[in-house]
């Protein structure tokens, strides 16, 4: 063999272990992928995926599925370059930058903590909005959520206090509560009456100047007090992107007759308790998941048919939503043939 020959021999065999080598090393994307559907009416791992205790049921028919997207990647489990090309060359999956996901201010276990919590609220959203749209009433509770270090109430106020009275009002809004303590001058004392693991407690904290008026320094959530319990079962799914689908499995649940005629309807979304419908990520992942699962129907976002309209897959009709009453006019127009069904225009 010549000297040439050997040379390029050589550089060739070292460009393919570099390119292989090169190909293998992991880089700060996340590849995201068509996840699993769970339908809201049926069962998950052998238990409802919905339960309801204390109020009557009725049974239903077809499918009301949530939708998720499955992602490779992150911090402490990068993927290579090899995988990211394939990402980027394959329709279905989206490769974005790692920090899309996973904040560089957050740990992975904060992110995951972080879902965990969304989804939580979410369910509870979820059954406030399906019992606001039945007119069923539901107690509105105001909670402390966390307090301001530094500020009066900390070290007095803590979180998981329910608030039920300031100066002697009840309140049941968290405006309600800001109102109270803004009408007190900076240096004056609020009484706050409050539920402590089930138990009454007065607490007196003094008033600091704020921006917009007289503050204690106290962070504030909502929660609800249902007059029946609703528990949903989908193991590890987190995030708020399933409220809508939850909202709508519990009405069907809770009203006479099959919503869906028997249909197969995906949709997301996340629901406030008022039920106003909001944008999710990973629309493109979704339909395709709730097409490959047999859906027709998939209750889209408003804020999402521009990114949806696009990328629908063959065979599923997009229908635009902005709110929980909006999703369930347009699933009943569809069962009875009557009615308009709004759809994400063409863009």
Not at 46 to 63: D, H, N, S
Not at 70 to 81: E, N, S, V
Not at 206 to 220: E, I
């Amino acid at each position: 063999m010549s000297r040439r020959a050997l040379t390029l021999m050589v550089a060739g065999v070292l460009t393919l272990a570099l390119g292989f080598g090169g190909a293998l090393l992991p880089v700060p994307y996340v590849a995201l992928s068509p996840g699993p559907t769970e339908n809201t009416l049926g069962d998950f791992k052998g238990k409802p995926v919905i339960t309801i205790a204390g109020r009557q049921t009725y049974p239903t028919t077809g499918k009301l599925s949530l939708v998720t997207v499955a992602y490779q990647g992150g911090p402490t489990a990068r993927i290579d370059l090899l995988t990211a090309l394939r990402g980027w060359m394959d329709p279905t999956v989206a490769v974005v930058p790692e920090e899309t996901i996973f904040p560089k201010t957050v740990s992975v276990k904060e992110v995951e903590q972080q879902n965990t919590q969304e989804m939580t609220g979410s369910q509870q959203d979820a059954t406030a909005a399906a019992l606001n749209e039945l007119k069923i009433p539901i107690k509105m509770l105001v909670t402390v959520v966390t307090t301001q270090k530094g500020r009066p109430a900390d070290g007095k106020l803590r979180p998981g206090d329910q608030i039920t009275h300031v100066d002697g009002k009840p309140v049941h809004t968290i405006e309600e509560v800001s109102e109270l303590v803004r009408g007190h001058k900076p240096g004056e004392q609020v009484r706050f009456r409050v539920l402590r693991d089930t138990k009454p407690s007065e607490v007196q904290v003094a008033t600091v100047a704020g921006n917009s008026g007289s503050v204690v320094g106290v962070m504030m959530g909502t929660r609800f007090e249902f007059p029946f319990t609703v528990t949903v079962n989908v193991g590890d799914v987190g995030g708020p992107s399933a409220g809508l689908m939850f909202s709508l499995g519990i009405f069907d649940k809770l009203t006479p007759g099959a919503l869906t005629a028997g249909r197969s309807i995906a949709g997301t979304g996340t629901i406030t308790a008022d039920g106003k419908v909001g944008a999710i990520g990973g629309i493109q992942q979704k339909m395709i998941g709730a097409r490959n699962a047999g859906a027709t129907v998939f209750l889209t976002p408003a804020d999402n048919c521009d990114d949806a309209v696009p990328a629908v897959p063959k065979g599923l009709r997009l229908v635009k939503v902005s709110t929980m009453h909006e999703a369930v006019q347009a699933i009943e127009a569809l069962r009875t043939g009557s009615g308009q069904v709004p759809s994400c225009p063409a863009t």
